[in-house]
């Protein structure tokens, strides 16, 4: 009974977040940030999208839910491959990372300490636990999603294969959102391009086609 509810939970986030995914991208990752922590009853829960293209990621998209100093969240842009940082260690080295005590001092697969006195959001936010996971399309990252708690809290199997599966949805989401924008771009260029040429075959001067382009 329980599994079947938690079936049917994500399947209608998947919808939800599938439907949303013409909404800005910010706005889209505070709702998978939110559905992330309702998929397992967590208090906070951060969503850093990221440009493997560019190798960067998106400071001006993050999602985040229920954290006490949101504006504060922030991370480095710093390019994929540079060593430090638990969401860097997950775009690179390991698709999902399990914390189910920060006082032990090491992930539960032993393969990267953990130092709140270094990672600062952990001090700050009071994260006592966490899983952190790859949003990734066809092996490409399109993000990092930490879900947190703040006291110690021990990932079961059944919550892990839950919150996987959502990563794999908001993966998808965040993609859609992505083609979307660049596709909306790419007709307001192509829609300039048609203009400027409308203007120059009734021959209207330069300084009269930069003042009906600043127009609209």
Known sequence: EKRAAREIQLRKAGERITQNAALPLGAL?????????????????????????FGVYDVHSIGAYGLTHPKETTIRAKPRGETGGTANFILTQQNRLVVDDVRRGWSRENTLEILPRVNKFLTRENVQAFVGL????????????????REPHYFTSAELDAIQIFASQAAVAIHQARLLMRGEKE???????????????????????LEDLLRG
């Open 29 to 53: 990752t505070n709702q998978i940030a939110e559905m992330a922590c309702d998929i397992l009853g967590a208090p906070c829960a951060v969503v850093y999208p990221y440009y493997e293209e």
């Open 134 to 149: 790859r949003l990734q399309i066809d092996q490409e990252p399109v993000g990092a999603l930490f879900v947190n708690f």
């Open 187 to 209: 007709q307001r260029a192509n829609d300039i391009m048609s203009r400027i040429t409308q203007m120059i075959g009734v021959k209207t001067s330069p300084r009269q086609i």
